[in-house]
Nanobody, 118 residues
Framework: QVQLVESGGGLVQAGGSLRLSCAAS????????MAWFRQAPGKERELVAA???????YYAASVKGRFTSSRDNAKNSVYLQMNSLKPEDTAVYYC????????????WGQGTQVTVSS
């Protein structure tokens, strides 16, 4: 079992930056594949970024070059640095975790709101 708690959301002007954090419980955090999803009002949830146990990353095309995901296995934490934010980045951002052999993400945080004003 893994419990995830996100923090760091807020209101920011377009062009600004925010850093999201996700703290995970459990002794085997380093084994988990971590991801950030977001869901805007009226839209489906979408994968924003993912990071594996070794630090390898994936980014959605819409955020590539602006967002950076990192993890600190010693602190059981994963981060999402968001730069050059746009109003279309406004959404609830969720941290999620899965083991490598799984294709679905069974563990989710409660979400943190990010609002980007124009």
């Amino acid at each position: 079992q893994v419990q995830l708690v996100e923090s760091g959301g807020g209101l920011v002007q377009a062009g600004g930056s925010l850093r999201l954090s996700c703290a995970a419980s459990g002794r085997t955090f380093s084994a988990y594949f971590m991801a950030w999803f977001r869901q805007a009002p009226g839209k489906e949830r979408e994968l924003v970024a993912a990071i594996n146990w070794g630090g390898g990353t994936y980014y959605a095309a819409s955020v590539k070059g602006r967002f950076t995901s990192s993890r600190d296995n010693a602190k059981n934490s994963v981060y999402l640095q968001m730069n050059s934010l746009k109003p279309e980045d406004t959404a609830v951002y969720y941290c999620a975790a899965r083991l490598p052999q799984n294709t679905q993400y069974p563990y989710w945080g409660q979400g943190t709101q990010v609002t980007v004003s124009s």
